[in-house]
């Protein structure tokens, strides 16, 4: 994807917390680290099969979120980030 990307100069955004991507050349990515979510999907399945109704489970949202810009990927496509987005992502790569 982000081969594809950059070969069109499109800016390349993740809506999860994943890093990956814009270590990797993509542009930003703001969202929820899934990680820290698994464990909580499997008290899920664990009281599900012990015979809890799904439909009485609370929701849980997630109350941590992340965001990664990628300095490098904006320069080469030539998009001047402003200060203040800088100023609130929690990791520049530069």
């Known amino acids: 994807m982000i081969a594809f990307a950059a070969r069109r100069r499109l800016p390349a955004l993740r809506s999860t917390g994943g890093s990956d991507l814009v270590r990797d050349g993509g542009l930003m990515s703001y969202g929820t680290n899934i990680d820290p979510q698994y464990p909580r999907a499997a008290d899920y399945v ?6 809890a109704s799904p439909a009485e489970l609370p929701v849980e949202q997630p109350t941590r979120f992340k965001m990664l810009v990628n300095l490098k990927t904006a320069l080469a496509l ?3 980030l402003p200060p203040s987005l800088l100023a609130v992502a929690d990791e520049v790569i530069e």
């Not at 664990?46 to 015979?51: A, V």
């Open 78 to 80: 030539n998009l001047e």
């Open 46 to 51: 664990n009281k599900i099969l012990k015979g």
